[in-house]
């Protein structure tokens, strides 16, 4: 069964350096996302993804985020300068549809540590 | 926006009991309503869903259950087994501005517990 690919599945950084993490959505899947879960807490909604633009996103999805579709299978969430609040496990995830016509898919995670 | 309560945030039943998990939201327009399973360390993962258009959906022994008058919904588990030790998520699709398509809006989480 296709699933949803993140990398690396852990990363340390030091607080102002920027991060790039990095997803590998299922196929044929047109519609992509960014969520978070500090730890303990509940996922939070960053970003969605459709058609090479950002069709919506939170108020947690500031400046210093950015995400990109740089070629046919990944999809990017870039932090330019991490703060120590950012330490978090970032989810990707897919849909074949927009969201309720068809089931988001989750990556693994990629756990953030921002020191 | 759209906001999503959950409880209780911990749960610890007896195996073969049930369990039940409440949720309420705040959108009268949001109109799907997901439950995602996340073991620990784990991804989260879909385990049923309901739209607006259906009051109740049931597969095997997950049901859920989903009142919009009240903007109320409910995960039931019956027969339940210490594999169903997890941490449960709902969720509810915010609304969709222009020509956005609405995205997920989860819960606190409840942490159940199943006892042999």
């Known amino acids: 069964e296709p699933e949803v690919t993140q990398t690396p599945s852990h990363q340390v950084t030091q607080m102002g350096q920027e991060v790039i993490l990095r997803c590998v959505p299922i196929?044929?899947?047109?519609?992509f996302y960014w969520y978070r879960q500090i730890l303990g807490q509940k996922v939070e909604f960053l970003v969605s993804f459709y058609n090479n633009e950002i069709s919506e996103k939170s108020e947690i999805f500031d400046d210093q985020f950015s995400v990109e579709r740089p070629d046919g299978s990944n999809f990017t969430l870039k932090i330019r300068s991490t703060k120590l609040e950012d330490s978090a496990m970032y989810f990707c995830?897919?849909?074949?549809?927009?969201?309720?016509?068809?089931?988001?898919?989750f990556g693994p995670g990629t756990r953030l540590t921002v020191l | 926006g759209e906001n999503v309560e959950q409880h209780p945030s911990t749960l610890s039943v007896q195996e073969g009991d049930s369990a039940v998990i409440k949720c309420t939201y705040s959108?009268?327009?949001?109109?799907?309503f997901p439950w995602y399973k996340q073991e620990l360390g784990k991804r989260p993962q879909l385990i049923i869903d309901i739209r607006s258009n259906v009051g109740e959906k049931k597969d095997q022994r997950i049901a859920v259950t989903l009142n919009k008058t009240a903007k109320h919904f409910s995960l039931h588990i019956t027969e339940t087994q210490p594999e169903d030790s997890a941490v449960y998520f709902c969720a509810a699709k915010g609304r969709n501005y222009g020509g956005s398509q609405g995205n997920l809006i989860f819960g606190k989480g409840t942490k159940l517990s199943v006892k042999p």
């Open positions: 995830a897919s849909s074949e549809q927009p969201t309720s016509q068809s089931e988001q898919f």
């Open positions: 959108d009268s327009a949001s109109n799907y």
């Open positions: 196929s044929n899947h047109l519609y």
